[in-house]
């Protein structure tokens, strides 16, 4: 079992920034895609950001130019940069583990980011 924890959430205004992390408990962090999910009320969860074990990224358009997705295998840490945030963006975060050798999906319990003036 993997656990995964995000931190980083919270509350700002729009144009602001906001990092997210997300830490997962595995031996083997290089063998897992990395992703960040978002739901906001009354939605379905959506994919926001995914990275892969050596760095290739890819974005939902509403976040491009905007998110930044990163990861350190020595930390087993994936991180959110999170710029320009727009009250759109106003969501639970939830970090994603998925195992590229069992294709299992760990979840993190998701942290609360709120844009608003």
């Known amino acids: 079992q993997v656990q995964v924890v995000e931190s980083g959430g919270g509350s700002v205004q729009p144009g602001g920034s906001l990092r997210l992390s997300c830490a997962a408990s595995t031996n083997i962090f290089s063998a897992y895609v990395m992703n960040w999910y978002r739901q906001a009320p009354g939605k379905q969860r959506e994919l926001v950001a995914g990275i892969g074990s050596i760095g290739s990224a890819n974005y939902a358009d509403s976040v491009k130019g905007r998110f930044t997705i990163s990861r350190d295998n020595a930390k087993n840490t994936v991180y959110l940069q999170m710029n320009s945030l727009k009250p759109e963006d106003t969501a639970v975060y939830y970090c994603?583990?998925?195992?590229?050798?069992?294709?299992?999906?760990?979840w993190g319990q998701g942290t609360q980011v709120t844009v608003s003036s």
């Open positions: 994603n583990a998925h195992s590229v050798l069992t294709s299992r999906d760990f």
